[in-house]
């Protein structure tokens, strides 16, 4: 069976995820109707998929059962966000569904990645996680300069001190270091890289994107997961790619990929075979010119899914496992 013809007898799960408290500017919020404006469920259902939206998410009231750590922005607001996502991001992954995460800023991945590398823990199988992005988002209260927890969910998914009880009670499914890798960075906080470099987080910046190629790069990601029978969470913030290719962001930084750097990149994870889960976020429609950032991401996902231009064998020739194996 081809991997096209596998998509066929799988199953996406689209969950909206209306944070925006976690960054410095209003807007990411909307994201998700963008990408449903943008033809999302179109798309994916156009490759062949079940696509089931789950409409987007809701949090109760905020919670206030705890001291709130200094120098983080929103802290209950986001506790609340986490807890609630991290709960639903695990009955996603464990419905036999491949969960795609439509935010909303960056800090979503605090309970998007918990609660499906909770999942696969359980099935023993390593969930690494490709952080493409401008930024490493590996800092902590006690490293941040802005407070703003977008900044935080990359440390904290990997255990870093600073955030012990946002979870309150709730598992908290942590993933080593060495299986995260970043790509696409370009703007590091001084004491954000002095962390990073302690706890030796791969990082293919702008200038190895540059040197090598995003093909050496990612293939390099592709092995490391492949020689631990791993799974692969993408966590995907529109600011990896060039303001001029994206401008609906809050954050965005001069220098980043192309258009058509991203969509190899995409490509190639496609024809892996790994991927297992997805996080959009900080796409900022009241930032976007006429829905671009938008339409440039649901094509995107499409390459990540298996859109290609022409039929050809994969380099890998992968046929997809079915979920939980």
Same mark, same amino acid.
């Given at each position: @069976?081809?991997?096209? =013809? ?16 976690? *960054? ?55 506790? $609340?966000? +986490? ?5 639903? *991001?695990?009955? &996603? ?16 991945? @605090? ?53 012990? =009880?946002?979870?309150?009670? /709730?598992?908290?499914? $942590? ?19 002095? /962390? ?30 492949? *020689? ?22 809050? +954050? +965005? ?10 969509? &190899?990149?995409?490509?190639? &994870? ?22 671009? +950032? ?16 022409? =039929? ?14």
């Amino acid at each position: @069976m081809s991997e096209a =013809d596998t998509s066929k007898h799988q199953r996406i799960a689209l969950l909206g995820v209306p944070i925006e408290i976690g *960054a410095s500017q209003a807007g990411p919020l909307m994201g998700p109707d963008a990408l449903r404006t943008a033809g999302i469920a179109r798309l994916l259902e156009q490759l062949g998929f079940q696509v089931d939206d789950h409409g987007n998410l809701a949090i109760p009231a905020v919670v206030n059962d705890g001291p709130v750590p200094a120098n983080t922005k929103f802290y209950d607001e986001v506790k $609340t966000w +986490t807890r609630a996502l991290s709960e639903r *991001a695990y009955w &996603l992954a464990h419905s036999g569904a491949i969960p795609i995460f439509m935010g909303g800023d960056h800090s979503l991945s @605090m309970g998007s990645i918990n609660g499906v590398a909770r999942y696969w823990q359980e099935k023993g199988r390593p969930l690494f996680a490709l952080w493409v992005d401008a930024h490493t988002d590996y800092n902590t209260p006690a490293t941040t300069i802005t407070g703003n927890m977008h900044g935080m969910s990359a440390a904290f998914l990997c255990g870093e001190d600073g955030l012990d =009880d946002l979870l309150g009670g /709730l598992p908290r499914a $942590t993933i080593p270091p060495d299986q995260l890798d970043v790509i696409g960075a370009r703007s590091i906080d001084p004491l954000e890289r002095k /962390l990073l470099k302690q706890r030796n987080v791969s990082i293919a910046d702008m200038r190895q994107i540059d040197e090598f190629g995003v093909a050496v790069l990612t293939r390099r990601v592709i092995d490391r997961v492949r *020689a631990k029978n791993g799974v692969l969470h993408v966590s995907f913030d529109v600011d990896f790619l060039d303001p001029s290719v994206a401008p609906g962001v809050g +954050t +965005t930084v001069p220098g980043g990929a192309t258009y058509r750097e991203a969509h &190899l990149i995409m490509e190639l &994870l496609h024809d892996s075979g790994l991927v297992r889960s997805l996080d959009i976020v900080e796409l900022n429609p009241f930032l976007d010119e006429r829905g671009r +950032t938008a339409r440039v991401a649901v094509e995107l996902i499409g390459s990540l899914f298996g859109l290609q231009i022409t =039929d050809r064998q994969t380099p890998t020739n992968a046929v997809l496992p079915e979920m939980g194996e």
